[in-house]
């Protein structure tokens, strides 16, 4: 890619980039949020028109002037924010567009078998995970989606493959996998670019790592001659201070309290108590229960038996009507399913939840925008102001939009599932920096997050949940990852057999 530039509107994206990619090369291409890492691969699949500058692939000029065309020069895309038809089945998915046989002739049938099968050996054969190929993806959790969003880039047989923060949404065994994935692309030949927030996994992978700044490249070196501090550093053009800011103690007297909490085929007998300002995580694997119990308290799913109280008052959260009269919040790890209003605005999508919760009827368009700005700046989220549509909004800002939203309401419980995921090393610091300001107000934060360092880093305490049940709680900051990480794939009986593991 020569001289790419791409406009919207008054955001200049991307201003002149040049990026080669040589065959059997992962190449990694790294920034913060809205640097324009999206913007650039979307038009090397094909997805984007670019304003300037040429492409040539194997030597030869291309236009790429749809997806097809992109597909057609060998070019695979698994995209940030996942592609699939909910309703379509893993295997239809991935041969979506290029079926063997159209599926309404007499020959169908075999034909939607014969699918079935390849997708089964693409996932089991090449990134080793079982995922059920013939149940709508809708039913499937998101680290399953992802999968199959990766076996469908692969089953094109592309010489170039683009991965736009690939291994967000999986689990350490998955993203393990991946990773050997990727290392057999690249033997055999095939040129990779790994877009990815993870510095140190991604150094791990690349052999080369490309640095956007504001549209513009400031960095393209070998691995050899990086390590994280350099990569932070090009990104955010100075040094990044703790990305943890100091625990504020938390007050004594509980808040939330939650006792016996069951949803059978979810979690059982669930008890824990968060005090005013204390930040409480819970770790565990998907599955383990984690993701329905926020969203039980939520009342999207709503529990079967045990209590909860606020303040010492026994609540009823039937549904997420109750749960936002107890002045709850829920921020979702998936923001384009259950997040964003997408034909809205930043300044509608931040004062909605606010609405609902004030029972105002009128807008008021002068206070919107006020309060709009404030927390545009105050998380950095990079966009054109209150007015710009938030689909125009790259992934991770999107993020620090439906946080600010939720905060907005100053809730007494805030639940955040996922906080950081797809946000940049510095904005990470300015979520953490708001949470804690929640905290410090008085407020209840709970948080489920698939990273550990994370919810060391940020909690007071942290419980950690398996097969439906908390095993465990720990002081955070007495803790290890490898404590977090062990209570999550084993039963505490197995840990006392094995001679016991603490703190
Ligand atoms: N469809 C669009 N309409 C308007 N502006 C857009 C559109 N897509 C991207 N932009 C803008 O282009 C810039 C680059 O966005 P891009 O999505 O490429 O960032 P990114 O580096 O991928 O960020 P992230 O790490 O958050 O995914 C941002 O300022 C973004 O707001
Ligand atoms: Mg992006």
């Not at 054969?125 to 998101?142: I, T, Y």
Request: hydrophobic fraction near 40%; proline fraction near 4%; charged fraction near 25%.
């Amino acid at each position: 890619m020569k001289g790419i530039t791409k406009r919207f509107g008054n955001t200049l994206a991307l201003d002149g980039i040049n990026l080669v990619l040589n065959g059997g090369e992962v190449l990694g291409l790294v920034g913060e949020n809205g640097a324009g890492k999206s913007t650039l691969m979307k038009i090397l699949a094909g997805a984007y028109a670019r304003d300037g500058g040429k492409i040539s692939v194997s030597g030869g000029a291309v236009e790429l002037g749809s997806p097809k065309a992109g597909a057609d020069a060998g070019i695979a895309i698994i995209y940030q924010e996942l592609s699939l038809f909910p309703d379509f089945d893993a295997a239809e998915n991935i041969f979506a567009g290029r079926e063997p046989l159209r599926r309404d002739i007499a020959l169908a049938p075999l034909n939607h078998r014969q699918m079935r099968e390849e997708a089964r050996r693409l996932l089991q054969n090449e990134l080793g995970v079982d995922v059920p190929v013939d149940r709508p993806v809708r039913e499937l959790s998101l680290s399953n989606r992802q999968m199959i969003e990766i076996a469908k880039a692969l089953s094109r047989n592309a010489d170039i493959i683009i991965m736009d923060e690939p291994t967000e949404a999986l689990e350490e065994a998955e993203r393990k996998q991946l990773i050997a994935t990727i290392k057999q692309l690249q033997a055999s030949g095939k040129g990779i670019i790994y877009v990815s927030h993870r510095i140190q996994e991604l150094l791990g992978i690349c052999s080369r790592v490309m640095v956007l700044r504001d549209g513009r490249t400031v960095a393209d070196m070998s691995v050899a001659d990086l390590d994280v501090d350099k990569v932070v550093s090009a990104m955010i053009g100075g040094s990044l201070s703790k990305q943890f800011p100091p625990r504020v103690p938390a007050r004594s007297d509980p808040s939330l309290e939650v006792r016996g909490l069951s949803l059978p085929g979810s979690f059982e007998d669930i008890s824990f108590d968060v005090a005013k300002g204390e930040i409480f995580g819970i770790a565990g694997l998907e599955g383990s229960g984690k993701s329905a119990l926020l969203r039980a308290l939520f009342g999207q799913r709503p529990y079967g038996s045990g209590t909860v109280k606020v303040d010492g008052r026994e609540v009823l959260i039937r549904d997420t009507t109750d749960a936002i009269r107890e002045r709850f919040a829920f921020l979702p790890a998936e923001r384009k399913v259950e997040g964003i209003f997408p034909q809205h605005s930043v300044g509608w999508n931040l004062s909605i939840a606010n609405l609902g919760v004030l029972g105002r009827i009128t807008l008021r368009p002068a206070k919107e925008k006020e309060v709009a700005v404030r927390y545009i700046s105050a998380l950095g989220v990079k966009c054109g102001g209150p007015q710009a549509a938030i689909t125009s909004l790259s992934g991770g800002n999107q993020q620090k939009i439906m946080l600010a939203r939720w905060l907005l309401t100053k809730p007494k419980l805030l639940m955040l599932e996922e906080p950081t995921r797809g946000v940049d090393v510095r904005a990470k610091s300015e979520v953490y920096a708001l949470v804690q300001a929640a905290a410090k107000d008085g407020c209840s934060v709970l948080v489920v997050s698939a990273d550990n360092a994370e919810l060391l880093g940020l909690c007071h305490r942290v419980a950690v949940m398996f097969e439906g049940r908390i095993t465990t709680v720990v002081e955070a900051a007495a803790s290890k990852e490898e404590t977090l990480a062990l209570h999550s794939v084993r039963p505490p009986e197995t840990l006392s057999e094995m001679g016991g593991i603490n703190g």
